[in-house]
């Protein structure tokens, strides 16, 4: 069964940034896309970015040109780093195979907020 463990969520001021890591419990991990994604309180989960197996991306039109996702094949981590975080980002934010989706993880708060 495939497990995510998200980290390096935190509290942080708008303007600034945050680094978010994925480590992920799957065999050939290096084959999968991989994907973020956020819930905000009393709204539904939503699709942040993607990348796939190549190092192609994509993102969501409300993140794009702050957020970039990258990957550690490696080290079976997915990363994203979150620059000009707007109040609006605040969220659990998640990372699942977007085309063959498993059980989530815990995911890790994100809180924007001066």
């Known amino acids: 069964q495939v497990q995510f463990v998200e980290s390096g969520g935190g509290l942080v001021q708008p303007g600034g940034s945050l680094r978010l890591s994925c480590a992920v419990s799957?065999?050939?991990?290096?084959?999968?896309?991989m994907g973020w994604y956020r819930q905000a309180p009393g709204k539904q989960r939503e699709w942040v970015a993607t990348?796939?197996?190549?190092?192609?991306?994509n993102y969501a039109d409300s993140v794009k040109g702050r957020f970039t996702i990258s990957r550690d094949n490696a080290k079976n981590v997915v990363y994203l780093q979150m620059n000009s975080l707007k109040p609006e980002d605040t969220a659990v934010y998640y990372c699942?195979?977007?085309?063959?989706?498993?059980?989530w993880g815990q995911g890790t708060q994100v809180s924007v907020s001066s």
């Open positions: 699942n195979r977007p085309n063959r989706p498993s059980s």
């Open positions: 799957v065999s050939s991990f290096s084959i999968y896309p």
């Open positions: 990348i796939f197996s190549g190092g192609t991306t």
